[in-house]
Structure formats: C-alpha cells, structure tokens
C-alpha cells in the first residue's frame, strides 16, 4: 500500500472544489436548518439549479461566466420562493417531503430527453469553460508544492472557490450576528413567540430560504465550475452527504459547514484510497476494489445515524441549542 | 349600545372618588393617591354607563367587540354578542375550564380567525388582521404556557421585544452602521426594564436557566419593550409560586399607573379581587356577566357557571352517601334529602339531548 | 364508606413522593396519599399545585424521583403503562382520551384489550351506569362532545374492572347542570365497588361525595381528612373553595 500517495492524495482534497462546493452547500443548509429550524430535504435540488443555470446559460445563451453565476443564483433564488409560498406555513415535517419531491422533480426535468436540447439530459452538460478560462489571470504554469500543486486553471477555479465561500461566510456571519439573526433564532425555537412581538414570520422564513437556497446553489457552480454537470450527481443521496457535513461540524455555526465538509472530504478521499488499496493488499478479502470503493457510502451513512443520535451538535455546536430529542 | 370609539378622547386615567354614576373622564381628575404600601392601590370606577350587564357600554372603551363566534366541529367555544374593554383600567376575563377565555384572547389577538364577527381596537378594525400585525398596532400578549425563548439569553430575549428594529430588515441587518445605535438604544432600555423586573443580573443568562416564575416575568417584561397600549397576559399567575405572585401584581398594577391598559385571564380569584377594576365572566363561551369584582361574585349566574347549578344541594346527601345531619353547611340539607340523584341525572341527559340536536 | 381495618394492605400507597417533568425542577415536593379498598378519594387544590401530575405519578407519565407508588402492596413505582393497565390501574385523562376514529362501542372494547373479561357483562355493568351510552354505541367517538368523550374514556376504564379508576377532572368543560350528572355518576360508580381517585377543580362538589380528601398546594399535602371534615374546615373553605356566593 502506498501510503505517501494515499495521504498526498487525500491533502490535496483539502483544496479540492468539491470540498468548497460541500462547504458552500452546507453552509446553506446551515442558514435553513441550523439557524431557521426549516427541515430542508431538497439542498441537492438548489445545487443543480445553479450548475444547470451555470451551464445553459452559457451554452444554449452565449452568457459570459459570469452572467451565468448570477443566473444559477437567481434560478436558485425563483425555486426558493415557487418553493416556499405554499410550504412554509406547513409543519416541519411536511417541509422535508416536499422538499425532496421538489428536488427530484428538478433532477428529473434535468434528465428528461424532453429538454435534451438545451440540458444534456442523461449526459449533461460540458464544454462551457472558454469564458472562464479566457478570464484567467494566473500566467500559465504550475505552482503551488506538495500535494498542493495545480496549473492554472486548476488554481483559477480554486481561487474564486475559495473567494466565493469567504463572501458567504461573511454574509451569513453577519447576518446572525444582527437583530435580524436573532429574530431567526427566535423562530427557530417558537413561532408564535415571536409572532406576537410583531415579527412577520412568514417574511423571515422565506428570506433565509432564499438565502441558504442561493449559497448552495454557488455550491453547485462552484463544483461543476472545472468539469461537467452530470445529473446524475444531483440525487436525494448528495442532500444526505451535506447534512452529514453539516452535523458533523455543527448546524447552527458559521464554521461549522466548513470544518465538517474538510473532515468529510479528507475522509472521503483518504477511504476511496484505502479500501481498494487494502483489497489489493488482501486485507479485506472478502470484497472486490469497486466495492471497498463503495463501502465509503455506507460509512457515511453510519456516520450519519450515530451523529444524529450521539452528537447531534457536532464539533462545534452548543448541545443545548441543537438537539433531536425534545 | 356601542360606543363611538373612534371619537378621540383623553385616556381615563384612575379616579379614587367611589361614585357609582358615570363619569366623562379628564386628565385633571387624576388624584391618584400613592400610600405607603405598594399594593394597596385604588381601584378605578366608573368605567361603565347604565346597568353593569353583559355587554355593557363603556365610558372609553380601548376594544369594542362585536358577534365573534368560533366553533370547533360542533362545538361552540365563543359566542360573544358585544363586550367592551375599559381604557386605562384593569380587566379580569374569568370563568370555569372550558368557557372560552382563551380562545377569545387567540381571537382578538389574532392567533385564531372566528366564524363571524368584528372588533375594534382604539378605532382600528382588527378583523382579519394577522397575529404579527396586531401586535404591532399596540396590543400585546402573553401566553398560558410562557413563552419566554430559552435558547436566546434573557437580554436578547428582551430586544426582541422592541419595535421598528433596523437591524431586523434583511439588507440594512448586513450594514451595522445602520443599525448600531438603535440597537445599544434598545439594550439601555431593556437594561431598564429588566431592573424593575429584579431580572438584570441575568442578563447574559441563557432563558432557559431562569425558574417559571421568573421566566413570567421575562415574558412580561419584553412584552413592555414595544411600548403597548394593551397587555394582555393569559393566565399570569398559573404555576408561580407565592413568593413571585406578590412581585407579578405590583407589575400589573404599575401597568395601569403608567397608562396601559390590561387584560388579564386568571383563575386566582384572590388574585382578581385584588388588582382587577371590572370583571367580564365567561362561561361556556358567552359572557354572563360584568361589573366590579366584589359585586360580580355575588352575581347568580357567575355562581351558577362556577359551582354549578344547584348551590344548595349536598350531593353526598343527594346519593345517599352522607345523612342530612352531616351536610355541608353551606347547603340546604333538607332540599337535598328531598331531590332524586336519578332526576338529576335525567338532567344532564335531557340538555345533553337538546344540546345535539 | 370504607371498610378499611388497620390490618388491610391499601389498594393504593403513594409515599412522599418527588417528582418533576424537567429536570431540577420539581412539582411534586413530598406527596403521600392512601386509597383503602371502596373509598372514594378527591384530590383539590390551586391551579398548578400538582394535582394531576399525582395521578401522573401513579401512572408513570411523570419521572418519580424519590418515594414510591404502591398498588396493593406491589411498587409499580415508574412502571409503563401498558405494565399498570395489565395490573388494573384505569386512567382517566382530561384530554385526548377516546379514539375519534372508532365507535363508542370499539373504543369501550379497547378496554379490555390488555384485561379481558367477560364483555357481556362488563358492557351491562357500564351502560347501566351510563344509560346514555348504550344507545349510541356505533356513533363515531370523534363526533362525540368533550363531556360525552369524558363520558365514553370513564366506561373504556370500567371495562377492565379497574383496581383503582383515576380521573383527572371529570367536570371539566361540562355546562353546571352536567357537572351534577358527572358528579352523580362518579358517586355510583364508586358505591359499585370500584375505588377511586378524582383530581378536581369543582372543589365544593368533589367534597361533598367522596370519603377522603387531599388538598394539595404547591406539590405538598396541605390538609388531608374526610370529605366532611373539609368542608367543614373554614382554612380549607378559604383558600380553596373559594368565597364566591358564600
């Protein structure tokens, strides 16, 4: 087993821009569960929103990259209130069955060979990356050292990854840190409470479900950003995957969605190196490569429970403000 | 019968002077007498015009109610014909588990929207008008079950409370400059509030770690952020231990001296006796009376709702169980050795009979 | 009345009990009640004073942090429900306390689902008390008032042939007139045999038919003695039977 490759591999996930995707994502999810109590099961429908609205618009319009950053948003943004209208008003765990419905529905109109035209259908979409490249500053080259060394585009992408997640990072941090933070919290714990203070819930609601719904989608971007949008990526499953980078860093934290997506990440990668590297070292002999690839799922899904059930607060979480059992 | 409300009139401040008669009330009859003993404060009258009834007129009143009804499957919880709330004063809503009291309180606060009916409040129909804009207009609630947000400490619980926030709009909350000072305004001024409240020293204390009774309180008193003109507290006494009660009807009472009106659902009737200037009961979801405590509680139908309807049986003697010489003293043992438990029953079944048809 | 002798085990034995919903906070501080085979017990007092969570505790809906509940000598002290059911204990609550969706008839047949028994019979025992109900018994329990649903939980209880029948304010919500009835009712009841244990607001009426009386404030017993010692206690009718009409 080579281990200097193994762990080289799983550094430079560090940086990678499905980690700053993942963070990005759970910090939406953050603003919806962790900060506004809203039991979002469809963030994996946001993120498509933004990829798809990345891609077509630059392909099928002939938008700039950036026209198409603000067009995923903004897709993100109409799903968010089309979404929230009727469902808000319902009880929580009404909102988590619409809101996966709502997911698949946007996976399936991604899929259908209805619309292939414009999205790909089955195949999905690639190619769009002339704009952004031809954007580049960064002289061509490699740079960087250790594991950490990506040419130029690479390090474009991760670049704007990076400066994308610090701007939310910042608008959430300061948003929570404000009278309108804390009205959120308050609805978070009691509705009617803050109701009869004169607080039009409803409004709060809706906002913070625009607002987690538009950072998730630059998520999305962010993550189809260096490669392709395949739909295939955007299933219930990648909702479940968030949620568990989210709880393991903590819900209802600003740095929680980023130290929790790291780890996920890391580990991620670090597992999808071993296992098949132990199978062929006949450490697990019982399976083939491609299903110590596989196993990593499962352990998320582990993980998820006993997180859930053990530490719902994660790393950095108050256990008083988040738990499951009331 | 109803009042022109909409007329603007000084608000009625208390009067000590014990006439009965109606009065047009002025700022300058304010001979408020402040005693060494907190509580014992005077009570304010002359707040109705003609016969204390239900749905009687007042002579300023800050609600006028009219026809609410509200029904849950065929059960009716509220049939108010008219009800008026006195400006300025101190109103208990009391009557027997099940009468409506609450239910009508989610009504007129907008937590609940009736079958038919309007009110209004100082001039303004609030009909139709959601619970959050309600409280904005200058009523503000308590709740039964306090609400007092245990996740947010008790200062922030207290800020919330205030009105007009600009930190509370979703892009002006993203520029502190904006919002800064108003916001070290508010906390000064729950700072305030929470010292007459004896609750300063937990500012930073989460809510949550705060007894019942002083959770009350911290519900009480950020409900005083917004400046209302009407409070009402639903059931402000329920579950506080004695040693608080005391503490939570001086507050009331400095409610009305600083010109608020309050509304107030108890079931303490020490408690109503005490600070209360008129009574409205309720039972079954119609009032059945109204008028000042002490002569409220002598009012037959008021017994009739609480004690239920024959005052003068002992029903241990009724059944049997007990002879007459045992009877409680406060029934008519020979009346009750004459009626028939069977009749009684019969009773209960024939209203039972009328009431599903 | 009673028929107690010093010897007879209590049907019911709750000794000083401490108990709370949350924890650290306490509503229960020291409880005690005895119900001797046949006696009729009524427990009043102030809102908040821990009355119905005493039926609670003898139910294991609330966390019984010291003392014990005993059920004819047996500690049932925290034991599930469907545990005391199988023992006797017929709990009465104030709300939620039918089936909507079932018919009168199906709810009272829930009765014995953890104690069956001859159902004929039981079905006579109860619709001899509650005439009423014996006409109705394919109406839908959802359709049914909050006084009649009172009405249908006490006979579901009855089914079983409790060892002891709780009920947690059987009055409430009924109109004064039907209040009486309830009272009666509950009387008849408990002159057939079965022991009982009321938690009241109609502190006056409650008096007046039970054996024994328990007032309770701020989860202690403040007084304790017979129903007619009670009434008759001017502290009592003072604080807790309130002066109105007297």
Redesign the interface.
Known sequence: MDWLQIFSNSASSILSPATMAYALAALGLAVHFGFAGLLNMGIAGFMALGAYGYAISILTFGFPWWGGVLVGMGAAAVFALILGIPTLRLRGDYLAIVTIAAAEVVRLLFLTTAFDPVTGSADGLSGYHTSFRASNPIPAGTYGFGPWTFNAVDWWVRILGIVALALAVLVVWRLMASPWGRVLKGIREDEDAVRSLGKNVFQYKMQALVLGGVIAAVGGIVYALPSAVSPGVYVTSLTFFVYTALLLGGAATVFGPLIGSLIFWVLQTLLSNVLPAMVAAGVLPFMSQIQASTLRFILVGIALMLLVIFRPQGILGNKKELTFVK | MSNNSSARRPKSKATTTASQEPKAPSAADDTHVMPSKPVERAKSTGLHIGEAAPGVAKVDPIIVADGIRRTFGGLTAVDVEHLEIPRGAITALIGPNGAGKTTLFNLLTGFDKPDAGTWIFDGTSLSGVPAFKVSRMGQVRTFQLTKALGLLTVVENMKLGAKGQKGESFWQSLIPGIWRKQDEEIEERAMELLAKFKLDAKADDFAASLSGGQRKLLEMARALMSQPQLVMLDEPMAGVNPALTQSLLDKILDLKQEGMTVLFVEHDMHMVRHIADWVVVMAEGRVVAEGDPHTVMRDPAVIDAYLGAHQELDLGVVTGRYSADAADSTTDAAASTKVKASDLEAAGMAELEDTSK | ?SAATATSTPVVHIDNIVAGYLPG?NILNGCSLVAEQGELIGIIG???AGKSTLLKAIFGQVNVRSGSVMLEGEDITGLRANKLVARGVGMVPQNNNVFPSLTIEENLQMGLYQRPGAYKERLEFVTGIF??LGKRLKQRAG?L????RQMVAMSRALMMNPKVLLLD?PS??????????????V??IN?AGVTTIMVE??A??C???C?RGYVLD?GRDAYTGT??EL??DPKVTELYL?????
């Open positions: 009345m906070v102030p809102n908040g005439a009423e359709s008032s909050g006084g009649e304010e409430a919500g009924l109109s004064p007139v039907r209040q009486d009835e309830a009272f009666i009712r009387s008849e002159k607001q109609n006056r009426r008096l007046q038919i054996d701020q129903g007619r009434l008759g309130g002066t109105l009409g007297t």
